[in-house]
C-alpha cells in the first residue's frame, strides 16, 4: 500500500505551479496580419484577402477543390444542413454526445436530429446502430469525430451509398486526424471545422470544405443570405479561387456565416503553424499514454490501427470498480495535482437529456419541429435510452490539450495520473 500522501488530503503536490492554462500559442504572425487588415480597413476590411488565403491554404492541406471560411464551426454545419435541405420534419442521424452546436443547424432547418449509440471502445457513433435507425425520412448522417479521435468513416460511408445519405463530417474537434491515412473531413461528402476554441483559433470561425461542386455551391450560397452562385465552379489548380464569383442574393431561403476579415487573419497565421500544433499534441498524448498504459482502471478510447488521432482534449475514463475511485473524485485529485482536468462531458449526459429536447423547449410552447402542426409527437426523447452512452459517459472526463505542453508537462500528468491511481488502487 503506497504511503505517499495525495495533494487533495493535504500531501505535496506533483506541480506546485499547476499547468498553464493558455491553449494557443499567439505571436507576431498574428499580430503582423491582424495590422494588415487595420491597416486597410479604411478602404475596405477584406483589402488583405486574409479570407482568400485562410479558404486557399485549407483547401490545399486537405486536398480538397471547395472551401469558404464561415463565422463558426456551428455555422460550417448549418451551411452543410442547409446544402441537403430537408423538409420540415426530415430526419438527420448524429452523435448523441458533442457540443449543442452540432445539431443546432438541424433544429434550425427544422428536422429531427435522430442520436445512435456510441459504440462501446472508441466512445464514438455506432454505425451499426445508425443504420438501424435509418426511416423513409432520414436525409443526411452527420459524424462527429468527438475528441479528434476519427469515427469508422469506411462503415458509414458505406451505409451513405447504399442508402443514397450524404454524410456530413464535424471535425471541430479533429483537424488533422486521419482515418486510415485519409484526413477527415475529405472522406464524406462534406467537412465541417471549427476555428473557435479548438487545436487552432480565430477567436471564433468556421470551414466547410467538399470535393461535390452541387453540395458546395448550395452551401455557400445559403451561408451567404440564399444566394445562387452564377460563376462556374472549374476545375482549375485553385478551384478555390474559382469559388467566388457573381451571385444573385434571397434566391432562397438562407442564412448568413459570413468570418470576419480579422478572424481570417488570425486563422490564417494559426493554420500555417498547424503541423507543429499538431505534433506538440501527439508528442504530449504519446508520453501519457505510455506511461499510464499498465494503470488498473484508467482507460483510454480506442484508436484503429491506421488510425491517427489529434487531440482536442486527452480523454480518458475511470473504471471505479476496478481503481477504487469514482471518476468525480478522481478528477479532483488529479486537479489537486497540479493536473488541471475537467469531470464529466457534457454534464456527464447525452445531448436528448438537456430541457431543449427532454422538455421540447423550442419555438414558444409549439415544440415544433419535434410535434408537428397536428400536435403529433414525431420523436420522444424523454423515453430514449441509448444503454452505451448512458453508461459511459457518467465515467469520463479529460485535460485540456495544449499547444506548448513540454515533455516534462506531459511526463508530470502521467506521475500524477499513476499517482493519484495507486493511492486508491491500493486501498480497495
Known amino acids: 500500500m503506497t504511503s505517499e500522501k495525495l495533494a487533495v488530503h493535504g500531501g505535496t503536490p506533483v506541480r506546485t505551479e499547476p499547468l498553464s492554462m493558455t491553449s494557443w ?15 486597410g480597413a479604411e478602404e475596405s476590411w477584406g483589402k488583405a484577402g486574409y479570407s482568400r488565403k485562410l479558404e486557399d491554404l485549407f483547401a490545399e492541406i486537405h486536398g480538397v477543390k471547395y472551401a469558404f471560411a464561415t463565422d463558426s464551426g456551428t455555422g460550417a454545419i448549418h451551411a452543410a444542413i442547409g446544402a441537403v435541405d430537408p423538409e420540415p420534419g426530415d430526419e438527420i442521424i448524429t452523435a448523441p454526445a458533442t457540443d449543442i452546436g452540432s445539431v443546432l443547424g438541424i433544429l434550425i432547418q427544422n428536422a429531427i436530429p435522430v442520436f445512435a449509440d456510441w459504440d462501446a471502445d472508441t466512445l464514438n457513433m455506432d454505425a451499426a446502430d445508425a443504420e438501424r435507425r435509418i426511416t423513409d425520412r ?29 454524410i456530413i463530417e464535424d471535425c471541430s474537434h479533429a483537424h488533422l486526424s486521419e482515418y486510415q491515412g485519409k484526413l477527415v473531413g475529405t472522406i464524406g461528402d462534406m467537412g465541417c471545422f471549427s476555428l473557435g476554441s479548438k487545436m487552432i483559433t480565430a477567436a471564433g470561425g468556421g470551414m466547410f470544405i467538399s470535393d461535390d461542386e452541387p453540395m458546395a455551391r448550395r452551401a455557400k450560397g445559403f451561408a451567404a443570405k440564399g444566394s445562387e452562385y452564377d460563376d462556374e465552379l472549374r476545375n482549375s489548380l485553385r478551384p478555390t479561387s474559382e469559388f467566388r464569383g ?5 434566391e432562397f431561403l438562407g442564412d448568413y456565416h459570413h468570418m470576419s476579415p480579422l478572424m481570417a487573419a488570425v486563422g490564417y497565421a494559426q493554420l500555417k503553424k498547424v503541423q507543429q500544433t499538431l505534433a506538440a499534441r501527439r508528442q504530449m498524448a504519446d508520453i501519457v499514454d505510455e506511461m499510464t498504459a499498465e494503470v488498473p482502471g484508467f482507460v483510454r478510447p480506442k484508436v484503429r490501427p491506421g488510425d491517427k488521432m489529434s487531440y482536442y482534449v486527452y480523454c480518458y475514463k475511470i473504471e471505479e470498480e476496478e481503481m477504487g475511485v469514482s471518476p468525480d473524485e478522481f478528477a479532483r485529485a488529479l ?41 403529433n409527437r414525431r420523436i420522444d426523447y424523454q423515453s430514449m435510452h441509448l444503454p452505451v452512452v448512458e453508461r459511459e459517459m457518467p465515467k469520463m472526463a479529460f485535460i485540456m490539450a495544449r499547444n506548448h505542453h513540454t515533455d516534462q508537462d506531459a511526463r508530470d500528468i502521467g506521475i500524477a495520473i499513476q499517482k493519484v491511481a495507486e493511492y486508491y488502487y491500493s486501498r480497495k
Open 25 to 39: 500559442c499567439i505571436g507576431d504572425e498574428e499580430r503582423d496580419a491582424l495590422m494588415d487588415v487595420m491597416d
Open 246 to 250: 457573381s451571385s444573385r442574393g434571397y
Open 138 to 166: 432520414t436525409r443526411a448522417i452527420l459524424v462527429v469525430h468527438w475528441a479528434g479521435n476519427p469515427c469508422d468513416m469506411d462503415a458509414f460511408m458505406d451505409i451513405g451509398r447504399r442508402y443514397d445519405l450524404p
Open 335 to 375: 486537479a489537486a495535482e497540479g493536473i488541471a482536468n475537467t469531470p464529466g462531458i457534457l454534464a456527464g449526459q447525452p445531448l436528448y437529456k438537456f430541457p431543449l429536447f427532454a422538455e421540447e423547449n423550442t419555438y414558444g410552447t409549439s415544440s415544433y419541429p419535434f410535434v408537428d402542426e397536428s400536435g
